[in-house]
Antibody, heavy 119, light 111 residues
Framework: EVQLVESGGGLVQPGRSLRLSCAAS????????MHWVRQAPGKGLEWVSG????????DYADSVKGRFTISRDNAKNSLYLQMNTLRAEDTALYYC????????????WGQGTLVTVSS | QSALTQPASVSGSPGQSITISCTGT?????????VSWYQHHPGKAPKVLIY???NRPSGVSNRFSGSKSGNTASLTISGLQAEDEADYYC???????????FGGGTKLTVL
């Protein structure tokens, strides 16, 4: 059974940093691209960042480019999101999502970890 | 990276059919067939309903169907049921290798 478990969320002051983690199990982690997707309170889903299986290609939404860094450790079956210079508008539930290998869709999602940026 | 355009809300009665549209550009929806649809109940993880424009993953009811014409994709739900009340999102790959864009979401109300 595929499982994606996010952690690392919490309350953080504007301008500070936070690192999210996603522990994956139930599939061959290093065969698949992985993504972070977020949902701000009362808003829709927003794609944040994606990384290919070998970290060879990485992309970010314009809203986080230059502040967030996605990475993965295939030996640990883990995905990460380093979030720097956090802003109030980064407040959201952050989901880890596994991409299907052939059709570019999010086949499995975690339950999310909540990040609140506030002073 | 502009969000795809979806209606904010749609509604229908049990047993009826509804269609949700998703309009993008030649750089996303119109540029390839990697359009997918997700159902999101509050407090739960999103669930994929349709991938590659019109394909259903195993276990998804055949009441859900997808299509595309030009820069607009559509999700049709037939035989509406109370449990279909949720938020629905389209998404599309873009011209970039791993980047994805979502629609703004459509709230479905089953009357």
């Amino acid at each position: 059974e595929v499982q994606l478990v996010e952690s690392g969320g919490g309350l953080v002051q504007p301008g500070r940093s936070l690192r999210l983690s996603c522990a994956a199990s139930g599939f061959t982690f290093d065969d698949y691209a992985m993504h972070w997707v977020r949902q701000a309170p009362g808003k829709g889903l927003e794609w944040v960042s994606g990384i290919t299986w070998n970290s060879g290609t990485i992309d970010y939404a314009d809203s986080v480019k230059g502040r967030f860094t996605i990475s993965r450790d295939n030996a640990k079956n883990s995905l990460y999101l380093q979030m720097n210079t956090l802003r109030a508008e980064d407040t959201a539930l952050y989901y880890c999502a596994k991409e299907d290998g052939y059709n570019n869709y999010f086949h499995y999602w975690g339950q999310g970890t909540l990040v609140t940026v506030s002073s | 990276q502009s969000a795809l355009t979806q209606p904010a809300s749609v509604s229908g009665s049990p047993g009826q059919s509804i269609t949700i549209s998703c309009t993008g550009t030649n750089n996303d929806v119109g540029g390839h067939n990697y359009v997918s649809w997700y159902q999101h109940h509050p407090g739960k993880a999103p669930k994929v309903l349709i991938y590659a424009v019109s394909n259903r993953p195993s276990g998804v009811s055949n009441r859900f169907s997808g299509s595309k014409s030009g820069n607009t994709a559509s999700l049709t739900i037939s035989g509406l049921q109370a449990e279909d009340e949720a938020d629905y999102y389209c998404s599309s790959s873009t011209s970039s290798s791993t980047s994805v864009v979502f629609g703004g979401g459509t709230k479905l109300t089953v009357l």
